[in-house]
């Protein structure tokens, strides 16, 4: 079974700094079938990337992801206030989806 | 506007049942794999079901902490997604979500509902 460890746990920045988070899996993954999504208190999860590195639909491109293999990355160019929340990667394979258990980006 | 709603859930006794329901609109039901997902309270997102379209013949595949206990439909005439849910156990209670697949990645999940909580308690 993959599991998927994201780093930090908690990411403290300002507004307008820059946020990288980590994603590593306990295996090789296929990139394809890699995403990230934000989820904020109370509310569902939102696609951010889908494939490792595209973005959906609506998502500004201060989001941008890269990785493959066992270690992929979502970058935040420059935090706005709306982006303080909960980030999960997540990835599909063997007919299940698993989570990385979060990265909280709060406010410094 | 594309939505997804949740409903069904409330409060239940350990070793009963709950259906969960997930009603679609401003797209083609029948067009996209569903999924479920849940999350414990303070806890992180888990994959509990999902199903295929009418031309995968909705085959269906489930995480192993709720095979044999739950089970995903759809009604493609009504766009509702159910999520049948017998014996549940205390450590099934969570907000569960509905999803849609997402178009060109398949395995990405781009439309939720809003989540409704189920908690399992006597």
């Known amino acids: 079974e993959i599991v998927l460890t994201q780093s930090p746990g908690t990411l403290s920045l300002s507004p307008g700094e820059r946020a990288t988070l980590s994603c590593r899996a306990s295996?090789?993954?296929?990139?394809?079938?890699f995403a990230w999504y934000q989820q904020k208190p109370g509310q569902a999860p939102r696609l951010l990337i889908y494939?490792?590195?595209s973005r959906a639909i609506g998502i500004p491109d201060r989001f941008s992801g890269s990785g493959s293999g066992t270690d992929f990355t979502l970058i935040i160019s420059r935090l706005e206030p709306e982006d303080f929340a909960v980030y999960y990667c997540?990835?599909?394979?063997?007919?299940?989806?698993?989570f990385g258990q979060g990265t909280k980006v709060e406010v410094k | 506007d594309v939505q997804l709603v949740d409903s069904g859930g409330g409060l239940v006794q350990p070793g009963r049942s709950l259906r969960l329901s997930c009603t679609a609109s401003?797209?083609?039901?029948?067009?996209?794999?569903m999924s479920w997902f849940r999350q414990a309270p303070g806890k992180g997102l888990e994959f509990v079901g999902y199903?295929?379209?009418?031309?995968?013949?909705?085959?269906?595949e489930y995480a192993a902490s709720v095979k044999g206990r739950f089970t995903i439909s759809r009604d493609d005439s009504k766009s509702i997604a159910y999520l049948q849910m017998n014996s549940l156990e205390t450590e099934d209670t969570a907000v569960y979500f509905c999803?849609?697949?997402?178009?060109?990645?398949?395995?990405?999940?781009?439309?939720w509902g809003q989540g409704t909580m189920v908690t399992v308690s006597s």
């Open positions: 295996q090789s993954l296929s990139s394809g079938y």
């Open positions: 199903i295929r379209t009418k031309t995968y013949t909705e085959t269906t």
């Open positions: 999803s849609r697949a997402h178009r060109i990645s398949g395995d990405a999940f781009d439309i």
């Open positions: 494939g490792a590195s």
């Open positions: 997540q990835h599909y394979g063997d007919l299940l989806w698993t």
């Open positions: 401003g797209f083609t039901f029948g067009d996209f794999p």
